[in-house]
């Protein structure tokens, strides 16, 4: 690949290392290899179900640990804007027709009341059009309606991020799934008085979101009685990767100059890097229920962070244990025992090691970053599930997958991935510091070799686009990684505009 002054000037403004460049181009070319399974995780076989008196004593250990003075933080990538949210109604608003005909555009229509922008609708209805929604509807407009709310001269909701939508009704007023998450974060995520939330957004949202922070924060930390600590952080331009053409040539824009595009979620590895904690809770800006509903989501929060809590003290016990040096057999069978039963990591040549190569695989396995993750049963969402995979030194742990890490000509592992019996939902809490309190380079934990390819279109031409390492998946692939059971209650994303009229977010 022969790459251009101009494209130099390019690649070098972006923070991006040529040699970067020239390794994607090759990842492009060549693809990726897949996952070598060892079988989906289920109860029993990776997946924890702990039982009521267990819960109880996770929760009660949580409640310890940052009652001690611990830095907690709860991440939650907020970037992007919520286009795909709204394909339909943009679908209806190019359609040949001006009344709803889908099930989709029917059921938006006849609900519309129930949505928690209604009035705020209603409102950009008046202004623009000199009529409120129920006239406009009597009038067959509905068009109108359907740009009120999406276009910039209304809501401008085809363009915003889902943490700014108007999501759930209460009685003192409608909330955003930011504010949401900050009430979240108050229930069981504060420490000593005090509630860190981070949110990564896009560079174009980010005065929204500091706007609407500075204007509700302080109604939820007298509610609560917590103080917020909000910081912001945007996707890194460095963390983009370059677009091709089909055959594998760098795709130019019309101005000759070379596409870059967003990594995925997985470039947010590095705005966790740097995240300043003991523990990070992650989950997605879109999970949200209304305060009648928090309860479940609270109780399994606490479990998961004191399940973490509990197996990072024995992990560092161990450590410092090893730091002494000679250890009996016995003492480290008793670690190796940890290691392959409570942090699920099958070594299978530990048993014919020496006592000093017994040793060192356990340190290096033992000093890793950890995350304890929630998984709910499956019910057909789209995603990624819980498996035991085999890793490249032919141990075996526990990996979140999406459906293109998995070799589609493997029947078997085709068949591993449509009857797994759990989902990822994205609930994670995370321990980012080592047993000297220093924080992990979280970097250097990524798997590179998990990236994936995709084919995207520009201006109706063809591409291929590189996606990193997703953040729960590759760029997470050589933590300690526990997976626990959750309640199907605590998973209730919103991938549409109609998910809002379900059940959980009335």
Known sequence: MTLQENDLRQIAQRGIAEEQVERQIKQIKQGFPFLKLEGPASIGQGIAAPTARERADYIEAWKRYKDAGHTVVKFVPASGAASRMFKDMFAFLDAPYESPQTDFEKEFFEHIRQFAFRKALCAKCHENDD??????????????????MLTEKGLNYGQLPKGLLLFHNYDDGPRTPMEEHLV???????????????????????????????????????????????????????????????????????????????????????????????????????????????????????????????????????????????????????????????????????????????????????????????MVKNVGEPGGGPFRTVNSDGSVSLQILESSQIDKSNTEYVRMFTEGTHFNPVDLVCATRDYLGKPFNLPDFVDPQTGFVSQKSKNGRDLLALELPGLWNGAMSDWNTVFVEVPLGTFNPVKTVNDLLREQHQ
């Open 131 to 148: 009529k409120s929604v129920c006239k406009l509807l009597e009038a067959d407009d509905y068009k109108s309606v359907v740009r009120n």
């Open 184 to 374: 979240e974060a108050a229930l069981y995520a504060s420490s000593g008085g005090q509630a860190n939330v981070h949110f990564t957004v896009s560079h174009d949202h980010l005065r929204l979101f500091k706007e609407l922070v500075a204007e509700k924060a302080p109604q939820y930390a007298e509610r609560y009685g917590v103080k917020f600590n909000v910081t912001f952080s945007e996707q890194k331009p460095s963390t983009d990767t370059i677009a091709a053409n089909p055959d594998g040539t760098p795709f130019r824009n019309d101005d000759g100059s070379l596409l870059f595009r967003p990594g995925g979620h997985g470039a947010l590895i590095e705005n966790l890097n740097e995240i300043e904690a003991d523990v990070v809770f992650i989950k997605n800006i879109d999970n949200v229920v209304p305060d009648r509903l928090k309860a479940e989501t609270v109780e399994y929060k606490q479990l998961l962070a004191g399940m973490l809590v509990v197996l990072q003290a024995r992990a560092f016990d161990y450590l410092r244990l090893l730091d002494k040096g000679g250890l009996t057999r016995n003492q480290l069978e008793e670690i190796h025992q940890f290691v392959e039963q409570d942090l699920y990591c099958h070594c299978p040549d530990a048993a014919q090691m020496t006592d000093a190569d017994l040793a060192a695989l356990l340190r290096h396995k033992l000093n890793r970053p950890m995350r304890v993750c929630g």
